[in-house]
């Protein structure tokens, strides 16, 4: 029975160092580390976007530098929105095409017109 137990043994060991080999941790560190990394970018990415946001923008008073802390707004587009004014709603912003879709979608939200 004790060489059954050693054998047994031996194979059992054998079998955790193959699953376990040099490369396959490397390879899975790797992995671990590139998800962790694309993770914290992104939270990051969220907080810096939620300090940004103080409330709604009123696009029929928001300075050009109020406008630029939008989401993928740019100079042009800032100058644009104000050159436009008054609004009755921030959808106006899209009819008017002085936003692209893309653009007005991801600030919807923060947009209104008073």
């Given amino acids: ?12 060991v054998g079998c955790i160092g193959c699953a376990t080999n040099p490369d396959s941790i490397r390879e899975h560190t790797a992995d671990a580390t590139a998800a962790a990394k694309r993770s914290a970018k992104a939270v990051a990415q969220g907080v810096f976007e939620g300090l940004a ?19 993928e707004v740019t100079s042009a ?12 709603n921030s959808a ?3 009819r008017k095409r002085i936003l692209p879709k893309t653009v007005y979608e991801k600030n919807a939200d923060r947009l209104v017109a008073k």
Avoid: C, F, H
Avoid at 62 to 69: F, I, R, S
Avoid at 77 to 88: E, F, K, N, V
């Fill in 77 to 88: 587009q800032a100058d644009a929105i104000i050159a436009g004014r008054p609004y009755t």
């Fill in 92 to 94: 106006q912003l899209l």
């Fill in 53 to 71: 946001r103080k409330g709604p923008v009123n696009i029929n008073k928001a300075t050009k530098e109020q406008l630029l802390t939008l989401p």
């Fill in 1 to 12: 029975m004790s060489a059954a137990l050693v054998l047994g043994s031996v194979g059992w």
